[in-house]
């Protein structure tokens, strides 16, 4: 009996002691506990208590069928019958399962009786072989392309999107969401620095390309379709309109151009003949389409039309006019001022809940969702999307996806972690222990009851 009580002995000291498990973990070389990235939880302690009471419970019946083996035999050396040796085989073989289960159970963990048994703390002494087998395992069957095909091809997403996208509630939030993105990613940018990527872009842009062929056909497409006409309507009425008020400005121009030796009453008249032609010439080509200087400003604009297209003389220029204009200080403000007016045009729309382009935004995401819900394929194009951008993540970003498994997994604490994953599984463990102690009572019984039967 003494024998049994020090195996129980030992038993018992191999489970771990309040001061064991909340022993401080080491620190690694930053001065950062791995413990702290796999802390443990209130959950984890509730687990711990319940793997302690596990423990307890086996021990205890590993305690009991050694009583048990005790007391029968001795009834069996005082004469109490054949049933004490049945009992007796029963409860040695208990013993030994329970002990056999103890052993493999705890060797997961821990060195049995704190010996250096090989092949035993299997968790802590291969804790990064692990990690690296895990990283593998996840890669080889979750992250290949072959199931995340058939698994997003099974979820549906084109059509899952589209009914939930088609609910105006839904729309609604999105394009609250989309708006609170927008207006953070506006206030986060510098307006200096997108002012001086704007002024860049476009600069460049307008250096690099030639303005005068464009020109030229623009101009050619409006002088054919005569839109032109509406400029020069405008500028003879302003010009008439401007000879009427201005009737002694013109004729001071005209008098004080007159040489200094012809009489002033000459140049009165020559002043007042000059004005009058000057407004009976606007007045006509106001009032004439036909008239022959709107014929021979149509010539003029198609020639320059053709000359902005196919004369490099005229092309050279209008370059290098272009360069003088970009080049001046006004402009590359009016430039770099006109993202400032976009962001606050976009900002403004984006916080009113009636602007247009919100409105416009729900307004698309709810006929995007109707479209999806209701139509093939759409949801196919969708479902190809989605799959082709996840395949292409985890095909190029799996190495990194894996290692972060891996580099995770090493970076623990072996101790630690052994502790935390024996608390998530320890209890069901502890069922292996007790069933052990069962199966081996029952398996003992049989081959003592064959052994009887056979010999008898």
């Given at each position: 009996m003494r024998d049994h009580r020090g195996i129980t002995e030992r038993v018992e000291l191999m489970e771990p002691t309040e001061t064991e498990t909340t022993a401080p973990a080491p620190a690694t070389a930053r001065g950062v506990s791995y413990r702290t990235m796999t802390a443990f939880t209130p959950a984890d302690e509730e687990r711990r208590r319940g793997v302690r009471r596990m423990k307890l419970t086996a021990t205890g019946l590993l305690l009991f069928v050694a009583l048990v083996y005790v007391l029968a035999n001795l009834a069996g050396h005082q004469g109490a019958g054949p049933w004490a040796g049945y009992v007796a085989a029963a409860a040695e073989a208990g013993m030994v399962g329970a002990l056999a289960d103890w052993f493999a159970v705890t060797a997961l963990f821990r060195h049995p009786l704190g010996l250096p048994i090989p092949h035993t703390a299997i968790i802590p002494t291969k804790k990064d072989q692990l990690g690296v087998s895990l990283g593998e395992f996840v890669g080889e069957n979750f992250l290949s392309q072959d199931v995340v095909r058939q698994r997003l091809r099974a979820v549906g997403i084109g059509s899952r999107l589209g009914a939930w996208l088609a609910e105006p509630e839904h729309a609604d939030r999105v394009t609250a969401e989309l708006a609170t993105a927008l207006r953070g990613a506006l206030t986060v940018l510098r307006d200096s620095d997108v002012q001086a990527v704007v002024t860049e872009a476009v600069t460049r842009r307008a250096n690099t390309q030639e303005i005068a062929p464009g020109l030229g056909k623009l101009l050619e497409g409006i002088v054919a379709d005569g839109g032109h006409r509406r400029v020069v309507d405008l500028v003879v009425t302003r010009a008439h309109d401007w000879l009427v008020l201005h009737r002694d400005e013109v004729m001071v121009a005209v008098e004080g151009g007159a040489p200094g030796?012809?009489?002033?009453?000459?140049?009165?008249?020559?002043?007042?003949?000059?004005?009058?032609?000057?407004?009976?010439?606007?007045?006509?080509?106001?009032?004439?389409?036909?008239?022959?200087?709107?014929?021979?400003?149509?010539?003029?604009?198609?020639?320059?039309?053709?000359?902005?297209?196919?004369?490099?003389?005229?092309?050279?220029?209008?370059?290098?006019?272009?360069?003088?204009?970009?080049?001046?200080?006004?402009?590359?403000?009016?430039?770099?001022?006109?993202?400032?007016?976009?962001?606050?045009?976009?900002?403004?729309?984006?916080?009113?809940?009636?602007?247009?382009?919100?409105?416009?935004?729900?307004?698309?995401?709810?006929?995007?969702?109707?479209?999806?819900?209701?139509?093939?394929?759409?949801?196919?194009?969708?479902?190809?999307?989605?799959?082709?951008?996840?395949?292409?993540?985890?095909?190029?970003?799996?190495?990194?996806?894996?290692?972060?498994?891996?580099?995770?997994?090493?970076?623990?604490?072996?101790?630690?972690?052994?502790?935390?994953?024996?608390?998530?599984?320890?209890?069901?463990?502890?069922?292996?222990?007790?069933?052990?102690?069962?199966?081996?009572?029952?398996?003992?019984?049989?081959?003592?009851?064959?052994?009887?039967?056979?010999?008898?």
């Open positions: 030796w012809t009489p002033r009453f000459v140049d009165r008249k020559v002043g007042e003949r000059v004005y009058k032609e000057l407004l009976r010439f606007c007045a006509e080509m106001r009032d004439m389409p036909a008239h022959p200087a709107r014929g021979a400003l149509d010539r003029f604009l198609t020639d320059f039309a053709s000359d902005l297209q196919s004369d490099t003389d005229t092309r050279a220029r209008v370059e290098r006019l272009k360069g003088e204009v970009l080049g001046r200080g006004e402009v590359q403000d009016l430039i770099a001022s006109a993202w400032t007016a976009v962001r606050s045009m976009i900002v403004a729309a984006a916080e009113d809940e009636r602007s247009e382009l919100r409105l416009r935004v729900r307004a698309a995401l709810l006929s995007l969702g109707a479209r999806m819900a209701s139509e093939p394929k759409v949801q196919e194009k969708v479902d190809s999307w989605v799959e082709g951008a996840a395949v292409h993540v985890v095909t190029t970003y799996r190495k990194e996806i894996t290692s972060l498994i891996t580099d995770t997994v090493a970076g623990w604490d072996a101790e630690h972690t052994t502790r935390k994953i024996e608390a998530h599984i320890g209890r069901d463990l502890q069922f292996i222990r007790i069933n052990g102690t069962v199966v081996g009572s029952l398996a003992g019984l049989l081959i003592y009851v064959v052994t009887r039967t056979l010999g008898a």
